[in-house]
C-alpha cells in the first residue's frame, strides 16, 4: 500500500508483470487492514482504520469500481469476510469496538442501488476481536472470529432465513 498525498491509500493488484499491475485508489483514509474477494471473484470488498467498508465490482473490462460503503464499525475494522452466496450476499466484519457483525446486501427493486444493513452484532468478546472467516458452505453458515482476550468463537445461523439469530 502506498500513502497519496490526497488522504486516499491506494491497492496495488499485481498479476504476474508490470503490465498487469492495477492501481486502485481505495478510497480509505487510513490504512487497509484486509481486502476480501467474494466466492467468484468478481466481488471485492476493504476495511479499514478509517472505521468503513468498501465494496468493489470488478466490470467486463476488468476495472473496479466502489459501488458501496458503509461504516461498520466504532473503531478500525480489522478483517473482513465474505459469506458464500448460497446464504445470500453476507460481509462478516470485526473490530477494535469488541463486535463482530453480520452484514447483508439488499438491493432496491426499483434501481440498482444496494445498500448493507447489520442483520447481527456479536459482542460477546472482552477484547478487539481481530479476525472473522465464514466456513466453508457444506458447514452450513457459520462464522469463526478470534480476539485479543485470547478467545475463538464459532457462531452458528440458529435459521439462516433469520440472521439476527446466532
Known sequence: LQYVPLGYFYIIMFSGSD?????????????????????????????????????????????????????????????????HPEFGSLIATCGADHEAKIWEERTNATSAASRWTAKAQLTESRKAVSCVEFAPRHFGLKLATGSSDGSMRIYEAVDVMNLAQW
Open 19 to 83: 503490465e498487469n499491475t492495477k492501481v486502485l485508489a481505495s478510497r480509505h483514509l487510513d490504512y487497509v487492514h484486509h481486502i476480501a474477494f467474494d466466492v467468484y471473484g468478481r466481488r471485492m470488498a476493504t476495511c479499514s482504520g478509517d472505521r468503513f467498508v468498501r465494496v468493489w465490482d470488478l466490470n467486463d473490462q476488468g476495472e473496479w469500481f466502489m459501488v458501496a460503503e458503509f461504516q461498520a464499525h466504532k473503531g478500525s475494522v480489522t478483517m473482513l469476510s465474505w459469506g
